[in-house]
C-alpha cells in the first residue's frame, strides 16, 4: 500500500480525490521517455547513432502508423502534441505504444562521442509487463478509476471492494460460461462504455444465470430464486415492453446488477465445484 503523506491524511491536499488530466499526460509523457531513453521502443521505433543516424526500427513511419491504427492526426510525437489531449487522445496513445513496446535484453556499446547503446536482442513481453506496470502507477493518481490491462486495454477499475471477483478464476471449464463473463465484464469496463454498453454486460451476466439455472434451484428457494430473475426481466434489462420498470437510476442500478449477478455467479459454479468435488470424493 503506497505511503500517504501528511497532507494527504489530514485532508487537506489540494489533489485529495487525485490529479487532473493535464498532470497525468505530463506524467506519462516522462515515463514514455524515460522507457525510450533506455531503449524500450528501439525495436519499433529505431535509435540515433552519432555515425549512421537514424536508425530506423520495424515501424518506418510512426505519424502514419498512428495514423492507420488510431485514425487521428497530431498526436505523434507526444511531446509536442501532449498539452492538447484529450482522455481519449491519451489512451488511445498509452494503447498504441504498449503495442510498440519491448525490453531491450542484449545489444553493444558505440562508445565513439559515448553514442551509448545498441539494443539487437529484445523480449516484447516483459517490455509489455513493466510498461504496464508504469502506466498503471501513473493512472494511479489520476481523479478518474481506469488501469491498462494485461492484454493492453483501458478498463475502468472495479469498484472498490469489487478487485478480487475480478482477478479470480472462473470456476468453469464451460466455455459457454466463461466466453460470456468475460466478454460481459469486457463490456462493462471498457473505457467509454455507454449505458447501453453495460446494460448488454448485465444482460449476458443474466443469460448465464439463466443456463446455470437448474443448478441455482438447488442452492435458492424457488422464492428467491424468482427474485433473481426478476431483477432482469422487469428492469428493462431483458426485455422491451410497457410492463417493464425503467423510473430507476440506469448508471447506479445497473452498476448494482452487474456485481450483483456476477458475484452471485461465482457462488453458484463454485458451490457446484465443491459439490462436485465432494461427490468424487465420496466415491
Known amino acids: 500500500m503506497a505511503h500517504s503523506y501528511y497532507s494527504q491524511r489530514k485532508g487537506t491536499n489540494p489533489n485529495q480525490s487525485g490529479l487532473p488530466l493535464d498532470d497525468i499526460v505530463d506524467l506519462y509523457i516522462r515515463v514514455y521517455?524515460?522507457?525510450?531513453?533506455?531503449?524500450?521502443?528501439?525495436?519499433?521505433?529505431?535509435?540515433?547513432?552519432?555515425?549512421?543516424?537514424?536508425?530506423?526500427?520495424?515501424?518506418?513511419?510512426?505519424?502514419?502508423?498512428?495514423?492507420?491504427?488510431?485514425?487521428?492526426?497530431?498526436?505523434?510525437?507526444?511531446?509536442?502534441?501532449g498539452e492538447r489531449y484529450s482522455e481519449d487522445d491519451l489512451f488511445d496513445v498509452i494503447e498504441f505504444l504498449f503495442q510498440h513496446v519491448s525490453k531491450p535484453i542484449d545489444g553493444s556499446f558505440h562508445n565513439y562521442a559515448e553514442c551509448g547503446m545498441h539494443?539487437?536482442?529484445?523480449?516484447?513481453?516483459?517490455?509489455?509487463?513493466?510498461?504496464?506496470?508504469?502506466?498503471?502507477?501513473?493512472?494511479?493518481?489520476?481523479?478518474?478509476?481506469?488501469?491498462?490491462?494485461e492484454s493492453g486495454e483501458i478498463l475502468e477499475k472495479p469498484q472498490h471492494g469489487f478487485e478480487r471477483i475480478f482477478d479470480?478464476?472462473?470456476?468453469?471449464?464451460?466455455?459457454?460460461?466463461?466466453?460470456?463473463?468475460?466478454?460481459?465484464?469486457?463490456?462493462y469496463r471498457r473505457h467509454g462504455a455507454t449505458l447501453d454498453d453495460r446494460r448488454q454486460a448485465?444482460?449476458?451476466?443474466?443469460?448465464?444465470?439463466?443456463?446455470?439455472?437448474?443448478?441455482?434451484?438447488?442452492?435458492?428457494?424457488?422464492?428467491?430464486?424468482k427474485?433473481?430473475?426478476?431483477?432482469?426481466?422487469?428492469?428493462?434489462?431483458?426485455?422491451?415492453?410497457?410492463?417493464?420498470?425503467?423510473?430507476?437510476?440506469?448508471?447506479?442500478?445497473?452498476?448494482?446488477?452487474?456485481?450483483f449477478y456476477l458475484a452471485t455467479i461465482h457462488v453458484v459454479l463454485r458451490k457446484e465445484q465443491q459439490t462436485r468435488a465432494g461427490f468424487s470424493t465420496d466415491e
Open 227 to 259: 427474485d433473481l430473475f426478476n431483477i432482469a426481466n422487469n428492469f428493462g434489462i431483458r426485455h422491451h415492453n410497457d410492463q417493464q420498470k425503467t423510473g430507476y437510476d440506469a448508471s447506479l442500478w445497473l452498476s448494482w446488477m452487474f456485481y
Open 168 to 187: 479470480a478464476d472462473i470456476p468453469s471449464s464451460d466455455s459457454n460460461v466463461t466466453n460470456r463473463i468475460n466478454a460481459a465484464i469486457l463490456r
Open 202 to 225: 448485465v444482460r449476458d451476466l443474466a443469460d448465464v444465470l439463466e443456463y446455470t439455472r437448474p443448478k441455482i434451484k438447488s442452492l435458492l428457494t424457488s422464492a428467491d430464486e
Open 33 to 81: 521517455e524515460q522507457l525510450s531513453a533506455d531503449g524500450y521502443f528501439a525495436e519499433a521505433f529505431g535509435f540515433e547513432c552519432v555515425d549512421a543516424g537514424h536508425v530506423a526500427g520495424n515501424v518506418r513511419d510512426i505519424e502514419l502508423e498512428v495514423l492507420l491504427a488510431v485514425r487521428k492526426k497530431d498526436l505523434w510525437p507526444p511531446h509536442f502534441h
Open 119 to 149: 539494443w539487437e536482442t529484445f523480449n516484447k513481453q516483459q517490455g509489455q509487463s513493466e510498461y504496464r506496470d508504469k502506466v498503471n502507477a501513473v493512472l494511479g493518481h489520476y481523479a478518474k478509476r481506469f488501469e491498462l490491462s
